[in-house]
């Protein structure tokens, strides 16, 4: 550990377990931890929920308090944005699948947004959840792309007793569609486990069928789909069969109501023989 190591924890607020182990990995690793609190307008798509966005800046303060957090950075959007902006990043293909295909324009806003934090914090480390795995894949493109001097580092998704990722928008759910919820981790559970099993004669291209079954029982269970995908760790596009030794998501996105889900599990195929 470097004395003068600093590590950002960005966040939109109303912080849960899954920000403070972020909060927790980063103090782990660097002497100063910033937390940065913004709920990033230009992230937001026309009709999506900006305004009601939970907003619970006391307690998290108490949070980041209690937490040892040593600065929490709070900006108001016009902080941020003084001026028009002329400028974004543009994405080539990353963005293409999985949230990026029905949220136009999400992803740039991310990347504005995490690109500003970096240059005014200059975190040597930042802590990112996998729980929003597209965005990491994103953030960790433009840190090499752009040479931005930051290590990155990708925090596993803490979720429920039952297996719902934690989420800021796990309160708009109403108790019958909490009730319903876990059912999107367990059926990319089973996705991700028929992915890997390999029978004699399986060319190992079932994916389709596989996601289609998934579909259907997550229709069964209220949900509304968005997209369940396999895709490519490194190229974020999907994939109808699992090439042995490379990364991959599989990945979910559904509504139950008004509320929007997303979930992941990272899955790599072995070779007959080796070890997972
Ligand atoms: P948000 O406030 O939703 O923008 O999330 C801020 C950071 O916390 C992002 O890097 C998220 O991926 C991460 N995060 C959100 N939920 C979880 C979770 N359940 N487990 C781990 N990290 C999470």
Redesign the pocket.
């Known amino acids: 550990m470097h004395p003068q190591t600093c590590g950002l ?6 912080l ?4 403070i ?2 909060i927790r990995k980063a103090r782990k690793c660097c002497e100063r931890v910033v937390v940065s609190i913004f709920v990033n307008p230009t992230q937001f798509g026309p009709g999506e929920d900006l305004e009601r966005y939970p907003r619970t800046l006391e307690t998290d303060l108490e949070i980041c308090a209690r937490e040892g957090v040593d600065f929490v950075f709070a900006p108001s959007a016009a902080e941020m944005y003084r001026s028009r902006q002329f400028l974004s990043i543009q994405i080539e293909a990353l963005a293409d699948h999985l949230c990026g295909a029905t949220r136009a324009g999400h992803f740039n806003g991310v990347l504005q947004i995490v690109n500003k934090l970096f240059q005014i914090v200059h975190p040597a480390h930042a ?6 795995i597209q ?2 894949r994103l953030i960790e493109t433009m840190v090499d792309e752009f040479n931005i001097p930051v290590v990155l580092h990708r ?5 429920e007793h039952d297996g719902l ?4 928008r796990n309160r708009y759910l109403s108790p019958a569609e909490r009730e319903s919820a876990p059912a999107l981790y367990r059926a990319l559970q089973e996705l991700s486990e028929g992915v890997l099993i390999r029978e004699e004669g399986d060319r190992g291209d079932k994916i389709p069928k596989q996601i289609a079954s998934a579909r259907k029982k997550l229709e069964k269970a209220g949900f509304r789909i968005d997209y369940v995908s396999v895709v490519d760790y490194e190229t974020l596009q999907p994939v109808g069969k699992m090439p042995e030794n490379r990364q991959h998501i599989v990945a979910g996105a559904a509504w139950l109501g008004s509320t929007r889900l997303i979930d992941n599990i990272l899955v790599t195929a072995r070779p007959a023989g080796q070890q997972p």
């Open positions: 924890v960005p966040t939109m607020g109303a849960h377990e899954g920000h182990a972020l802590f990112f959840g996998q729980k929003d965005q990491f925090v596993p998704t803490i979720r990722a934690l989420s800021s």
